[in-house]
T-cell receptor
Framework: AQKITQTQPGMFVQEKEAVTLDCTYD???????LFWYKQPSSGEMIFLIY??????QNATEGRYSLNFQKARKSANLVISASQLGDSAMYFC?????????????FGIGTKLQVIP | DTGVSQNPRHKITKRGQNVTFRCDPI?????LYWYRQTLGQGPEFLTY????????KSRLLSDRFSAERPKGSFSTLEIQRTEQGDSAMYLC???????????FGPGTRLLVL
């Protein structure tokens, strides 16, 4: 089974609108962390936001928020007030186990295009 | 700039040649990771170091691949006898406690002809 599933190969959003990028995960470990990264065409992976499995509140970082639904094993990224510079690939990733174990598994990504 | 750096950014080589990539992590980070990313895929884990110790290697890392981090600072990834299937982006990341968020470098794009 895929550990990280991103079902939207591509998404379009109008500039200044909000967009939700879907991510579901699969793990039997009670302790895990979820990450979202942005990868522009230049190739660098840019860290956006982190959610720990024991965090009580959904993570927020500026225009990024993570809609964490633990029972459904989903960790959707919400980008508010989209900007042209948000056009990029977005990857959801998971680290399983306690923070001493560092292997991170990535999904296949969603390509977001912001339309002026 | 105190981010992760990688050199070279691009490498074109002929099949059968050896190549070496370098990664300089964020200075205070004691963990360093290598990933490979092919077109249309997310990064795939290759190996990671805690200080100078290589703690885990993926099965993707064949005998032709070797990674070192001799003094617990920068790391090198060497591919011997390159094959066309090795063409990919090679990404390096580093992290430290407490959250262990991995911060990535710009990557090295390898093309094997």
């Amino acid at each position: 089974a895929q550990k990280i599933t991103q079902t939207q190969p591509g998404m379009f959003v109008q500039e200044k609108e909000a967009v939700t990028l879907d991510c579901t995960y699969d793990t039997s470990d009670p302790s895990y962390g979820l990450f979202w990264y942005k990868q522009p065409s230049s190739g660098e992976m840019i860290f956006l936001i982190y959610q720990g499995s024991y965090d009580q509140q959904n993570a927020t970082e500026g225009r990024y928020s993570l809609n964490f639904q633990k029972a459904r094993k989903s960790a959707n990224l919400v980008i508010s007030a989209s900007q042209l510079g948000d056009s990029a690939m977005y990857f959801c990733a998971m680290r399983e186990g306690l923070e001493g174990y560092q292997k991170v598994t990535f999904g296949i990504g969603t390509k977001l295009q912001v339309i002026p | 700039d105190t981010g992760v750096s990688q050199n070279p950014r691009h490498k074109i080589t002929k099949r059968g040649q050896n190549v070496t990539f370098r990664c300089d992590p964020i200075s205070e980070h004691n963990r360093l990771y290598w990933y490979r990313q092919t077109l249309g895929q997310g990064p795939e884990f290759l190996t990671y170091f805690q200080n100078e110790a290589q703690l885990e290697k993926s099965r993707l890392l064949s005998d032709r691949f070797s990674a070192e981090r001799p003094k617990g600072s920068f790391s090198t990834l060497e591919i011997q006898r390159t094959e066309q299937g090795d063409s990919a982006m090679y990404l390096c990341a580093s992290s430290s406690l407490p959250r262990e968020t991995q911060y990535f470098g710009p990557g090295t794009r390898l093309l094997v002809l």
